[in-house]
């Protein structure tokens, strides 16, 4: 057998094995597959062997190595939707309607909500310019999402982006609201507005008290974390589509359960836990064995909850969770990381264009200007000429790993910023992405041999996926 046949199998085909038994999960058509120990032990060598030396050492395996190529080539042309294809017509804005923030979070990757741009709120004639300059297809569904900064110091422009938008409905087009706010500037008139006109929103809260406020610093004799729990309790009354968000540090990572458990209690549709970003002199940064302690307690806690949906009556997705699920069940396969530069882009309060939130004020990958009269939508194609190429099909580290057609790659800011390169992912984000997905398909094999647990769980994500019909993952992941 060949170095090339041996590398398919090796990328293609991934081993599950433990007191339950043994199964092989295939990547391409994301199909579990029982095996025996004889091809088991074979799999489990090749995964073990590095890449480089691939082409040696298997002369003993031929018969276990023709039945792993026959699996893998059985199943080669299934499940090839692509999630790309599916979400064809998508487009998500980042709209930064506000550059500045009223908290001072010692983790802000956005300077304070200004960006390296200075504080700023949007104006009205930025805001028209970008209804016309950027939605401008009838034949795409539009995500605006409300960002910052905090987008809530911006009402009377967030009203007046609904009332152009409903004004843009009315002539054909298809578009979403969406917020992400901090939680701690909140009204009555805020909440009727967001019951009104918001599809979802996403609060910044990293759990109780004693850890939020550690963090996101009110700057004062406040506490955003009490604002941000009455905004919650707010939003819940008002039957909205809630999202709670937390960033992950050296201050909380040793207790990720007890914060999961806490924002949990707060009965959110949807519960994410995100590993800090920032620099490696950072005093919040998670060296090596925190970053591995953490990846080990977040995969529980997603194993954990996928129990919970062959158990419980709709509870509250977690993302990981959710998001095998949804590749499992509509074997869409997830190609890039994000839609950053090809269906995503940020737009900061001056106008500015970026391929995403997270580039906003960086001026190598300045888009244009849409208060400039030249601007059109081809500004935003010159990035899909640089991001279309960063799928798993053509980043290496990618291309040759098991997980891709879950994972979808590495935050491509993450890597310009750790690695020099768009297309480097980080080792650290790799073996957490692979912990967690390797450990949520053996419980997901595990709930296979009930029946019971089969019938509910069909029933949770049948019901989720017709209720998220707006769920734009890879496009606006800031929502569950």
Known sequence: MTKLEISEIKSNLHLLKDNYGTAVFHGESYRLFQVGGRIANALQRIEETPWEDVDKGFLDLEEELCSLQRLYQETKDEGMSDLEEVRKGSRCFYLFVSQECNLKCLYCYGDGGSYKKGQMLMGEVTLKNFFERCITERNVAYDILFFGGEPL??????????????????????????????????????????????????????????????????????????????????????????????????????????????????????????????????????????????????????????????????????????????????????????????????????????????????????????????????????????????????????????????????????????????????????????????DLLLTFKQVMLSPEKVNRLNHNLKSSLERFKGYQDGYTNHVI
């Open 153 to 438: 110091l911006n009402l009377p422009l967030l009203k007046k982006a609904v009332e152009m938008g409903n004004q843009k409905k009315t002539d054909g087009f298809q578009i979403t609201f969406n917020m992400v706010t901090n939680g701690t500037v909140f009204s009555p008139e805020i909440s009727q507005f967001m019951a009104d006109h918001i599809n979802s929103v996403t609060i910044s809260l990293d759990g109780p008290k004693e850890y939020h406020d550690l963090q996101r610093c009110s700057g004062g004799d406040w506490s955003s974390h009490d604002l941000a729990v009455e905004t919650i309790s707010a939003l819940q009354a008002a039957d909205t589509r809630l999202s709670i968000r937390t960033i992950v540090t050296k201050k909380n990572y040793a207790d990720i359960e007890k914060v999961y458990r806490y924002n949990l209690g707060l009965n959110p549709r949807g519960v994410g836990i995100t590993p800090v970003d920032v620099p490696t002199n950072h005093p919040l940064y998670l060296t090596g064995e925190e970053y591995r302690r953490m990846a080990d307690e977040i995969s529980r806690i997603s194993c954990e909850n996928l129990l919970a949906l062959t158990s419980e009556d709709e509870p509250a997705y977690y993302e990981f969770s959710y998001a095998l699920l949804e590749r499992l069940y509509t074997k869409r396969k997830r190609f890039y990381a994000c839609g950053a530069g090809r269906a995503q882009f940020g737009v900061a309060a001056d106008g500015e264009v970026y391929p995403c939130h997270r580039f906003v004020g960086m001026r190598d990958f300045y888009l244009g200007n849409v208060n400039n009269e030249n601007f059109y939508f081809r500004n935003l194609a010159q990035a899909g000429e640089v991001f279309t190429p960063l799928s798993v099909h053509e980043i290496e580290d990618c291309r040759q790993c098991w997980a891709r057609y879950l994972c979808g790659g590495c935050c491509y800011l993450q890597s310009h910023l750790y690695k020099g390169s768009l297309a480097k992912p980080l080792s650290r984000y790799c073996y957490f992405k692979r912990k967690v997905y390797h």
